[in-house]
């Protein structure tokens, strides 16, 4: 008697042919790649390569798209960001967007709940202790740091389950990135499904499932972080480290 097929299961977002422009300046030159519920991957790659954009072509903020954006089913690309955003996506962008006459709290408090099962601002202190001392100070009294947990704090209590992380590392201290390393594998084993975009390659590979390098717009290479030490050589290659 032959052994049943294994049943797929479709990935919580995939991207297919995904081309995408800043005006008449044409970045992005068919973006391929999946991910699956609960995973973390990284968008990894130099400077201007088009990871940002591909993020923001997901929030469809980008001035121009085309190809295939699929979440849950669901074809997003055309959708205004706003219903992108209530379909259960958190995007917390590398600016990091914090609103400097707000407190902490009221930063916390701003975004609309958009699903079940996001994280009370009692869970979010705990994940971040920095943000409960801090949560009478204002925006602009705020560390990088300090900034980037209340970013991505923000996003966690409005229910998304797919959260999109534009360097969430970048020029902050190595005690706060080990922080932010803390936080993110703690929010995969709650389940959250988070997409990385990422210049720090030791950090991404110490929270990542996979790696997609990205070059010229388009996707050249898939990596398993269990590969990760084969392919070391290959990778600082593409990324020039």
Same mark, same amino acid.
């Given at each position: +008697? ?13 991207i ?5 422009w800043y005006?008449?300046?044409h970045?992005?030159?068919? +973006?391929n790649?999946?991910? $699956? %519920?609960?995973?973390?991957v990284?968008?990894l ?21 085309? $190809?295939?954006?699929?979440?849950r089913?669901? %074809? ?24 400097? #006459? ?13 699903g079940?099962?996001? +994280? ?9 202790p920095?943000?409960k001392?801090?949560?009478?100070s ?7 740091? @300090? ?8 996003i966690?209590?409005t $229910? ?8 969430p ?9 080990q ?13 959250f499904?988070i997409?990385?975009? @990422? ?9 990542? #499932?996979?790696?997609?390098?990205? @070059? ?9 972080n269990?590969d990760?030490?084969v392919r ?5 290659a593409?990324?020039?480290v």
């Open positions: +008697m032959r052994e049943p097929i294994p049943e797929q299961r479709s990935p919580m977002m995939e297919r042919g995904l081309e995408g005006g008449e300046s970045v992005l030159h068919g +973006m790649l999946s991910i $699956g %519920e609960g995973e973390v990284t968008l790659g130099r400077n201007g390569v088009g990871k940002t954009t591909t993020l923001r072509a997901i929030m469809g903020i980008l001035d121009r798209a085309e $190809g295939s954006i699929v979440f089913g669901r %074809e997003l690309l055309g959708l205004p960001p706003e219903r992108i955003a209530r379909s259960g996506i958190g995007y917390c962008p590398e600016e990091r967007g914090i609103f400097s #006459d707000l407190t902490v709290e009221e930063n916390l408090l701003l975004l609309p709940v958009v079940q099962g996001g +994280m009370s601002v009692e869970q979010i202190h705990t994940l971040f920095n943000l001392e801090r949560r009478s204002y925006g602009t009294k705020l560390s990088g740091g @300090e900034q980037q947990m209340l970013a991505i704090g923000r966690l209590r $229910g998304a389950k797919l959260l999109l992380l534009d360097e590392t970048e020029g902050l201290a190595p005690v706060i990135v922080q932010i390393g803390v936080a993110i594998r703690l929010l995969k084993q709650k389940g499904t997409l990385l975009v @990422e210049q720090n390659f030791h950090f991404a590979s110490s929270v990542a #499932d996979r790696h997609y390098v990205v @070059e010229g717009g388009q996707v050249v290479d898939e990596v398993d269990a990760i030490a070391s050589q290959q990778l600082q593409y990324l020039g």
